[in-house]
């Protein structure tokens, strides 16, 4: 049984920092696409970033991109997001996600249908 678990986030002032680390089990990381999402009140479930450790690659919303680092300690299963630069746009629950597929575009693993297990979710709050 695949499961996710999240750690991390909270509150923070604008400008200052957060990390999230999401511990998976069940499955083999390198099999995956791990990724982030979060979502805001009132709003739909919005892409962060995405990781595929096979392929070396990482992918990020252009919201977040310069500001959001997404990285993976493969021997831990854990896959890891550090939020620089926060901004009150960034409050939301942020998802852990895992897709058990190694391929597909960019549109494919920016969209929340592509993955197949997701975490609980915690809360950010950026307070202005």
């Known amino acids: 049984q695949v499961q996710l678990v999240e750690s991390g986030g909270g509150l923070v002032q604008a400008g200052g920092s957060l990390g999230f680390s999401c511990a998976a089990s069940g499955l083999t990381f390198s099999s995956y696409t791990m990724g982030w999402f979060r979502q805001a009140p009132g709003k739909e479930r919005e892409f962060v970033a995405a990781?595929?450790?096979?392929?070396?690659?990482?992918y990020y919303a252009d919201s977040v991109k310069g500001r959001f680092t997404i990285s993976s300690d493969n021997a831990k299963n854990t896959v890891y997001l550090q939020m620089n630069s926060l901004k009150p746009e960034d409050t939301a629950v942020y998802y852990c996600?895992?897709?058990?597929?190694?391929?597909?575009?960019?549109?494919?693993?920016?969209?929340?249908?592509?993955?197949?297990?997701w975490g609980q979710g915690t809360q950010v709050t950026v307070s202005s």
């Open positions: 996600a895992a897709a058990r597929s190694t391929s597909g575009t960019y549109y494919q693993i920016s969209r929340s249908t592509w993955y197949d297990y």
């Open positions: 990781i595929r450790w096979s392929a070396g690659s990482r």
